[in-house]
């Protein structure tokens, strides 16, 4: 009955609040204001709050249990074991898993490396393009005048070459 009382009061004075608020024409500040000042009243009316003190009581029971009986130090020790044994567990499954893997790797170093025949080139290394017939090679020579060096077969730079004149360079 005092509780109902005490939870009815503060509502009261929440709703009080609320009404101050809204008639400063700060109405969202009030609606969140009257929205928590509702709610000692609902946990009130709906039991709520009488649980809550059997879970404080119950609570504090177990708190004393704790401080005055042996057993209940116990239970915390063996739940401490029961945690160190799952993180040795788990450490010990990482380093199993990290040696047979390295283990796996060290036993078929043929299948890491790449297979190298006329057939097979590695993907490190391009492969050769055919080269352009003589008469094209003679015009793109005769394109670039005053070049020391011509570029390498499959290299066109002439659209490079067309930016940096158009820029002056």
């Known amino acids: 009955m005092l509780t109902t009382t005490v939870c009815a009061a503060l509502s009261a004075a929440g709703l009080a609040v609320a009404f101050l608020t809204a008639w400063r024409r700060r109405f969202a500040a009030a609606t969140r204001i009257a ?13 709520l709050v009488g649980l809550g003190g ?16 042996p057993t209940v130090w116990g239970g915390f020790a063996v ?13 010990a499954a990482g380093r199993t898993a990290a040696r ?3 283990g796996s790797r060290a036993a078929e ?18 492969k050769p393009r055919a080269e352009k ?14 070049k020391g060096k011509s ?3 499959g290299e066109d730079f002439s659209d490079i070459e067309a930016i940096l004149k158009k820029h002056g360079i």
Do not use: Y
Not at 35 to 47: D, T
Not at 56 to 68: K, M, Q, Y
Not at 79 to 91: E, F
Not at 109 to 126: D, K, R, V
């Open 100 to 102: 047979s893997a390295r």
């Open 109 to 126: 170093p043929a299948a890491a490396a790449p297979a190298l025949g006329a057939a097979n080139q590695p993907a490190t290394q391009p």
């Open 133 to 146: 017939p003589k008469a094209e090679k003679s015009k793109a020579e005769k394109a670039k005048p005053g």
């Open 35 to 47: 929205a928590v000042a509702l709610v000692p009243v609902g946990l009130a009316m709906s039991g």
């Open 151 to 153: 570029a390498e077969p």
């Open 79 to 91: 739940l401490a074991c029961a945690v160190v044994l799952w993180i040795i567990g788990r450490a």
């Open 54 to 69: 059997k879970i404080g009581r119950a609570f504090g029971s177990w708190a004393a249990d704790l401080v005055l009986k």
